[in-house]
């Protein structure tokens, strides 16, 4: 069994700082430890907007705190977002994420697992998996 702790993971490098400025996630659990998916604490800055289309990966996130909404593009409809909310991306939806007053903690989960290596693509996407 592996045990890890929040804060033993941040400030290291399985904590990634987005190049937009606008999130940060702590990668816990990633590919290697060979579980099929890996596992993030993501949080998303207040006021903040990202654009996002993992075309590669099925990811579901889970917001523990903070407000925001998520808007998918194919449909124009927004979502709001608060603590307690589950969103479900499994038409590897495009979307555009936006913090709201307060910065928002989200408990993520990626399948295919991500590497810990992946930065966001012009297109909002991660490589795809080997
Ligand atoms: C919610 C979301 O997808 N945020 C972007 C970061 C992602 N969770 C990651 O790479 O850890």
Known sequence: ???????????????VHS???????????LKDDGMGFS?????????????????HHLESVYCMSGNGEIETL??????PIKEGTLYILDQNDEHILRGGTQ???MACVFNP??????????DGSYAPAE
């Open 19 to 29: 190049e937009t400025k606008t999130w940060d996630s702590v990668r816990m659990l």
């Open 113 to 122: 697992p991500i590497t810990g290596n992946e930065v966001h693509r012009p």
């Open 103 to 105: 910065d928002m903690k």
């Open 1 to 15: 069994m592996i045990v890890r702790r929040l804060k033993e993971c941040e400030g290291t490098d399985r904590q």
């Open 39 to 55: 596992f993030h604490i993501t949080t998303i800055y207040a006021g903040g907007e990202t654009h996002i289309h993992y075309k």
């Open 74 to 79: 194919a449909d124009g409809k927004v979502y």
